[in-house]
């Protein structure tokens, strides 16, 4: 049942990152000028994603809850997962952050540029890759 759960919370960290990638990406064409003519298109594009997204990330930290539950080791001394937690907490206020550009959007308040989107865009790879490296590496257990 263990490996079950692993490949299902892999499965919507997945889904849940593509929307990561993805939203941010349809920011910055949101934030062009010249693509105006489909700035509805692009909010109906981000609300469906961003619904995605969320039930991607409440079923990776279900799935993830439940591979705790069936071992409870990580939560005694297991640096590494601490700071994969820690990650995960930021992802999730990165995901929020999403939501607020998103309505921003939606209300025509958008007051950042295409070139600062492309940065924000780059904050769930950095996540990705810390995460990764916890789980795989695990560079902190003893």
Known sequence: MYLWMKAFHVIFMVTWFAGLFYLPRLFIYHAMDENKASFDLF????KRLFGIMTIG????VVFGVALVAMNWSYLISSTWFAVKVFFILALFGYHFWCYKIMILFREGRNQKSHVWYRWFNEAPAIALIAIVVMVVVRPFQA
């Open 43 to 46: 909010g109906v594009m981000e």
């Open 57 to 60: 990330a409440l079923l990776t």
